[in-house]
């Protein structure tokens, strides 16, 4: 469970380190037969800093707990 909570404590570190989410998807812009013309499309997600902190809260709740009881 320790390293769950690690896990989840880097993703929450990330997330409001980093507020988007960012990729790039390939829309087809032109099919004329075996012409394809196809464009690139960056796209960011917001997140919320609010859901970084909830999960960096669990992750460093899960770290503690799993000391308290000495489990790995």
Do not use: H, W
Request: hydrophobic share 55%.
């Amino acid at each position: 469970m320790r390293i769950v909570g690690i896990v989840l404590i880097c993703i929450g570190l990330l997330t409001l380190a980093l507020p988007y989410i960012t990729f790039t998807k390939q829309e087809k812009v032109l099919d004329i037969g075996p012409i394809e013309a196809v464009a690139e499309k960056k796209e960011s997600i917001p997140v919320s800093p609010i859901v970084g902190a909830i999960i960096l809260l669990a992750g460093a709740g899960i770290v503690i707990a799993s000391a308290r009881n000495g489990s790995l």
